[in-house]
């Protein structure tokens, strides 16, 4: 099972790829590619219950196992004195401390489980899951460790050479053991948050936990003071349980997702930072000599009177006769006279070279009006 071995980091993909298949859509990337002859598999696919239905079971079981054993602890009085002291207490040597030790091996056998499935993921390429292998280890060893009382008896020690004991000795392997676990389970961890039931399994597993360390320790109200014993075998009991649900919870996922029944969680690409300009650019802005301000000049319109604009009128009329009279040819001169109404004005007989007076007021007024009238063809 442990030599599975990896795969290339390549994918393998439900579909062609090849450049015959530009037309066509995706396809979807798969994470695992298992051989046919995996062990790992094959014992997730034949042995273990990760069906829906036998693995709620599978946990209820545990659970009702865990409360039969801290029954019996509390009625352990009412037992005859053989069987009192086989169930009575959380001391490695009773049963509820024998079904703790076991829980820790199961879990441990799970964690050799799930490194063989991860060896089979394509995108692996670090070789982070022989953190799960990892993970085995300390969980075989930490039961080996329980079952005859290993943590105890070096905090006994430890608390004996240094003097100090915190939490009446016992935070010393409390210690030791939060160490260890925010070490090896780091990267475990976040392939159980790929599971949603998974990690809601473990978020309740490390409750367990603390309530029976609190058991251990005595930080219990006062009106259950008295129930410590039962707080702390049945707070580790339920807390394995639960543990062992979530680690079942993850093989079910790989399963379904080696099986194309859900697609693999797609990771959010990080925002893009912009880019911050170097010194040397901000140090080439700041001593640039910055442009010299603008001015805008506005005129101020003028408004002309209609006497004034009448002038113009009429000086601009006589510039343009005088520019028609030297363009135009000069007619032979004619000894008979012609009638005119006035319209030409008295250009034929000013002499040209006499200076022109402008126009009074009131003939101007008196121009206006013939044209008003229409009697004045311009």
Known sequence: MLNDGTRNAGGVADGPTGPDSADTPPVKKRRFAPDAASPSFAVARGVLPTKGASLAGAIALGLAASG?????????????????????????????????????????????????????????VRGRYRWWAVAACAAVTLSAAYSVGLGSALAQQLSTLTGFAPLGGAGWWMTGLVIAAG????????????????????????????????????????????????????????????????????????????DGVINAPVKKPKPVKAAKPRAD???????????????????????QSDSEADEEETDSRSARRAARRKSAPTPAASSESRWTDGSEGDAEYEDDDAPRRKLSKAERKRLRKQKANGRYAA
Request: glycine share 12%; with cysteine; net charge neutral.
């Open 68 to 124: 039969g054993v801290v029954a019996a602890q509390y009625f352990h009085a009412s037992l005859p004195t053989a069987l009192a002291s086989m169930i009575g207490g959380s001391s490695p040597a009773s049963i509820g401390g024998w079904f703790a030790g076991a829980l820790l091996l199961a879990l441990g056998g799970m964690c050799g489980v799930i490194y063989g499935l991860r060896s089979n993921r394509t995108d692996d």
């Open 183 to 258: 070490v090896i389970s780091f990267r475990p961890a976040a392939d159980v948050v790929e599971s949603p039931l998974s990690l809601s399994l473990a978020v309740l597993a490390v409750v367990g936990v603390i309530v029976s360390w609190c058991g251990a320790t005595g930080a219990l109200p006062a009106g259950v003071s008295e129930h410590a014993g039962l707080f702390e075998i049945g707070g580790l009991l339920c807390g394995l349980v639960l543990g062992l649900g979530a680690q079942l919870a993850y093989v079910r996922r790989v399963l379904l997702e080696t």
């Open 281 to 303: 650019e901000v140090k080439k802005e700041k001593s640039a000599p910055s442009p010299a301000p603008t001015t805008v000049k506005f005129e101020r319109p003028t408004v």
